[in-house]
């Protein structure tokens, strides 16, 4: 069923096909919807419902009069307040998708000095520039990010300091009484 606005007088809930049910339940669904995107889509099909003009629904859901009659179609073919949730999607794909938890731990296990590297211990620009050495090009802060998510973190170095030497005399150059 499409829905076309013009330029007339607003219509009834009852001739956008929308009836005291519809209302009750979009009212329910208004208070305990938590994403915003939702929320707005909800108030307008429910100030529809409440005999609300679209261009009036459309300026107090912050939606455009089109938007208010895509999301009004999508709910009456459904009758349910959940058609008007987003689709889940899958998201921006992974950068370096060769970096493996695996992988990571097997580099950072290993020492830099091996690897000819003149540091004790790894640090982040490091592991990127040894990475990417390897033919894998991550950032500093995708690498944090993949680091906590392998489980692996980063701890200050630990100081420890010497003893006193035993004969500090010799080491200072002076010489012996025998």
Same mark, same amino acid.
């Given at each position: 069923m499409r829905i076309f606005w013009t330029m007339r007088p607003a219509r009834s809930?009852?001739?956008l096909g929308l009836t005291a049910e519809d209302r009750r339940k979009l009212e329910h669904a208004l208070r305990s919807v938590r994403d915003a995107r939702h929320f707005r889509r909800l108030l307008a099909?429910?100030?529809?419902?409440?005999?609300?003009g679209p261009g009036e629904a459309a300026h107090l859901a912050a939606l455009s009069r089109p938007a208010v009659y895509f999301w009004l179609e999508r709910y009456l073919a459904q009758r349910d307040p959940e058609a008007l949730?987003?689709?889940?999607?899958?998201?921006?794909?992974?950068?370096?998708?060769?970096?493996?938890?695996?992988?990571?731990?097997?580099?950072?296990?290993? !020492?830099?000095?091996?690897? !000819?590297w003149a540091s004790h211990g790894w640090t982040v620009p490091l592991l990127c520039t040894h990475l990417k050495r390897q033919g894998i090009e991550v950032s500093p802060?995708?690498?944090?990010?993949?680091?906590?998510?392998a489980g692996?973190?980063?701890?200050?170095?630990?100081?420890?300091?010497?003893t006193a030497a035993p004969h500090p005399g010799q080491?200072?150059?002076a010489l012996s009484a025998v």
């Open positions: 809930p009852a001739e099909v429910r100030l529809l419902a409440e005999g609300k949730r987003d689709a889940p999607r899958q998201g921006r794909p992974r950068n370096a998708p060769r970096l493996t938890a695996e992988r990571l731990r097997e580099v950072v296990r290993g !020492s830099p000095e091996k690897q !000819s802060r995708t690498l944090r990010r993949r680091l906590h998510e692996l973190a980063w701890k200050r170095p630990r100081y420890v300091y010497a080491k200072k150059g």
